[in-house]
C-alpha cells in the first residue's frame, strides 16, 4: 500500500459538507503538492449521514471545475458512495491515502459514529485504503483553516513517510484557537460522551406537529487521554478508529455466563 | 436499568425495513408477551442507512394502528431518529430493552456498518438503553421467520432475566435454515468481510449516464470464531457490538513510534 519510489502517490479527497464547502478546499490546498490529488465529494451537504450508502436511487457522478489543476467530481450520494465511486469509477488504481474534511465542526467523541465525514475515511480503509478525517471545531462557513491546514498538513506528511497499516483510520481534530496557543498532537481515545435529544415540538400551517432534532452534548468521560480533555487543553486530538465493532470485553463474558 | 420486580419491561422496537415490513411484526409476535412493547419504526424503507440521523429536515411521528393490543408509531427519519424520537418524545421512562428488526437479511460481518437495524441498535445502547439487532439471512419479504422468532425470543429472555451491561449490543443473525438444521446460539467476532463494488452503469433518456451500486461480498476471513462461519455452519450469530471505535492497538504504536 506503499506509494512506489517511482510513481508519486494518489491521494482522494472527499468530504461531508459539500464540494463547495471552505473545509475542502483548505484541505486541497494544505497538500496539494504532496500528491496526485484526486476529488469526489457530494454536490450537497451530507452532515450526519453516518455510514450510509445509496441503495434505493441511482447516484450521478459530474466533473466539477473548482480547483485549479486538480481532477474533481461532484456525487449526488453520500459521503460513503463518494469513496465506493471514487475506487470503482474515478481512479485507475487504488490511492495511496484518502483525507476527508475539512470538516466544519466537531468530530470528537461519539460524533465519530454520525459523522459523514469519518465515514468516508472508515469506507477507504474497509477499501484498505489509509485514512484521515479532519475536523475544525467551528461550524462557521467563514472559519479561519489556518491551524487547521498547518496539523493536516504535518499528518498527511507523516503518513506518507513512514509505513501505513492499510486498515489506518485517524480522527483528527483541530481546536478553534490561534496557532501560538495550540501545543501540538495529542494521541487520544473516543470520549465517552452523549447527545441528550431535546426534540423542538412546531406545527406546520395545517396544524399538524413536526420536530427538529436538537440535543445537549454531555460528556460523562473524567480522563485526561479522551479527544474532548484534549480538545479543551488546545491539543490537536489523533484518535486511531477501527471498524471491527466487536466488544471482545464482552463476548469474554457472554461465553462464559450464558448457557448455550 | 433491569426491569423492577414490580413494573413490567418496557421493550422498544424498531427496524430499518419500515414499519410495514413482515419481519418486524414477527418480532413483536415473538415477544409481546414479555413486557410492555413500544413501537416507534420508520414509515419507509431505510435499508443502508447506517448511522444517518435527520438533521436538514424536520420530523414527522404519527401513530401506526397496525399490531393490535400494541402502541405503535411511524416516523419519516431514520433508525436512529426513531430511536431519539422514542426515547425524547414517546416514553415515559428510558426502556429497559431496544430490539431492531427482524431484518430481511443478513447484518453478520461488514454489514454491521451500514445496518439502520444495527445502527438504531448502537443508538440505544449510546442512550444507556441494552439493545439487540436480528438480521434473517433472507432478503424475500415472504420469508419465513419462525426460526428466527424461536430465537430472537430464547435471546430476548435470557437478557431479562439476566443482569444486563446497559451498554450491551448484540448483533443476530439467523441463518435461512429449517429448524432442525440449527445448531443453536453461538457468541461470535465480526468477521473482515467487505463488499468489491462493481457500479452499474446506465443512461436516462437525456443520454446522461448514472450509477447503480451493486458489489461483490468477499470474505477474507478464514477464522472459525466468526459469524460468518457460524451462518454457513448452521449456528444463529451472536456478535457483541460496541460503539467505542478506538483502535487501542493502533493507538499504543502511534504513541511509540510518531515523534510528536
Chains 1, 2 share one sequence.
Not at 489556518?146 to 513512514?162: C, G, S, W
Not at 487520544?188 to 431535546?198: H, I, L, M, P, S
Not at 480533555?229 to 465493532?245: M, R
Request: hydrophobic fraction near 40%; include cysteine.
Amino acid at each position: 500500500m506503499r506509494k512506489s519510489d517511482m510513481e508519486e502517490p494518489i491521494i482522494l479527497i472527499t468530504n461531508d459538507d459539500g464540494i463547495t464547502a471552505p473545509g475542502i478546499s483548505n484541505l486541497i490546498e494544505a497538500v496539494k503538492d504532496l500528491g496526485k490529488i484526486v476529488v469526489v465529494a457530494p454536490d450537497k451537504p451530507q452532515s450526519g449521514m453516518g455510514h450510509a450508502i445509496t441503495i434505493g436511487n441511482p447516484l450521478r457522478l459530474y466533473p466539477a471545475h473548482l480547483f485549479e489543476g486538480i481532477e474533481a467530481w461532484q456525487c449526488s450520494g453520500t459521503p460513503v458512495d463518494c469513496v465506493k465511486l471514487a475506487v470503482d469509477k474515478v481512479l485507475h488504481r487504488k490511492p495511496d491515502l484518502c483525507l476527508s474534511g475539512i470538516n466544519h465542526g466537531s468530530n470528537h467523541s461519539i460524533n465519530v459514529i454520525y459523522s459523514g465525514t469519518m465515514s468516508a475515511a472508515v469506507e477507504a480503509a474497509i477499501e484498505s485504503i489509509p485514512s484521515v478525517g479532519f475536523s475544525l471545531l467551528d461550524y462557521s462557513m467563514e472559519a479561519d483553516f489556518a491551524v487547521a491546514k498547518k496539523y493536516a498538513r504535518i499528518v498527511v506528511q507523516n503518513l506518507l513517510n513512514n509505513p501505513l497499516d492499510k486498515h489506518l483510520i485517524l480522527n483528527v481534530n483541530i481546536p478553534r484557537a490561534d496557532e501560538e496557543h495550540i501545543k501540538g498532537l495529542r494521541i487520544c481515545r473516543q470520549a465517552y460522551a452523549k447527545y441528550e435529544e431535546d426534540f423542538i415540538e412546531r406545527f406546520d400551517p395545517n396544524a399538524r406537529k413536526y420536530y427538529w432534532l436538537t440535543g445537549k452534548f454531555v460528556n460523562f468521560d473524567e480522563g485526561t487521554d479522551t479527544d474532548v480533555w484534549a480538545l479543551e487543553n488546545n491539543y490537536v486530538s489523533v484518535v486511531p478508529v477501527q471498524f471491527d465493532l466487536t466488544n471482545y470485553k464482552l463476548k469474554d463474558e457472554l461465553e462464559k455466563t450464558w448457557k448455550l
